[in-house]
């Protein structure tokens, strides 16, 4: 049967598969345009089947927040290739992804959301088979506070979530200062609080093999390694670190000097 330029160009707009593709569907489906939809979902299925066990190393990682700047999400939609990762429709892609990431509350969540006519699970598996390539979620993190900053690196490879404690005039500088901050220094930890025990016992047990290796007296160890380990904080820590506009002050130090406000908690995702 003859099938029109305006039926295969709806089906483009509906599953962004290639005009090609979707003739093939629109032919094998009879002219109907729900079958051929089917068509294409089951060719991505078989598509994202054969590339399971490849590597999705590339993509686009993306922060935004809301309209109120109380939550964010920073969200990595990963690809196999940095050509793919670069083109406009897969960027834009992503940006709608990360906009209904918005709305949801856990990785789960966003998966079983409803994008498009499908779940964003099936529209990933769908774009598999479009692309050509494996596309998955790579790394889904919320954050909420009084205020809440964002900044995406350039490249799109690293983004990151910033919250303060409460609203302040330049408030969105400072939080989008300090999410530079955390994707160009990577803190383990906001502060010596959040250090998880097991890491603080195991950088002591390391510094203090150090230490007898260079021949100090067991009696002084403890002494030299709480000296050691403030600088572990200092190096590792999120307010402790030297700030990275001005390495004279801490990044807690720079955070007061805006305003009556604290840095509340941060997110990190970055490509692989």
């Not at 959301?113 to 529209?123: I, Q, Y």
């Not at 502060?191 to 950088?203: F, G, L, R």
């Amino acid at each position: 049967m003859k099938i029109t330029a305006s039926e295969v160009n709806k089906l483009r707009q509906a599953t962004g598969a290639g005009m090609m593709d979707c003739k093939k569907a629109l032919v094998e489906a009879e002219g109907d345009f729900d079958k051929a939809v089917e068509n294409l979902r089951k060719k991505g299925q078989k598509v994202a089947a054969n590339r399971a066990d490849r590597e999705s190393s590339e993509g686009a990682v993306l922060a935004k927040v809301n309209a109120d700047h109380t939550a964010g999400v920073v969200v990595s939609v990963n690809c196999e290739t940095d050509f793919v990762a670069k083109n406009d429709s897969y960027l834009k892609l992503a940006n709608d992804l990360v906009d209904l990431a918005l709305e949801c509350e856990s990785l789960d969540d966003f998966l079983a959301a409803s994008f498009e006519g499908m779940t964003v699970a099936e529209k990933l598996t769908e774009q598999t088979g479009v692309i050509g390539e494996k596309i998955e979620i790579g790394g889904f993190k919320t954050l909420k506070a009084p205020f809440v900053g964002s900044y995406i690196h350039a490249g799109n490879k690293i983004a990151s979530l910033v919250g303060l404690s409460d609203t302040i005039d330049n408030g969105a500088e400072v939080a989008k200062n300090v999410a530079m901050q955390v994707a160009a220094m990577n803190p383990i930890a906001l502060n010596e609080d959040h250090v998880d025990a097991s890491v603080v016992e195991k950088e002591i047990e390391i510094a203090k093999d150090q230490l007898r290796q260079e021949g100090k007296p067991e009696a002084m160890l403890d002494n030299i390694v709480k000296g050691k380990i403030k600088r572990f904080y200092k190096d590792n820590t999120l307010v402790n670190q030297d700030y990275i506009k001005d390495s004279k002050v801490s990044v807690a130090a720079y955070v007061k000097s805006a305003g009556e406000v604290t840095v509340t908690g941060y997110q990190r995702v970055a490509l692989v």
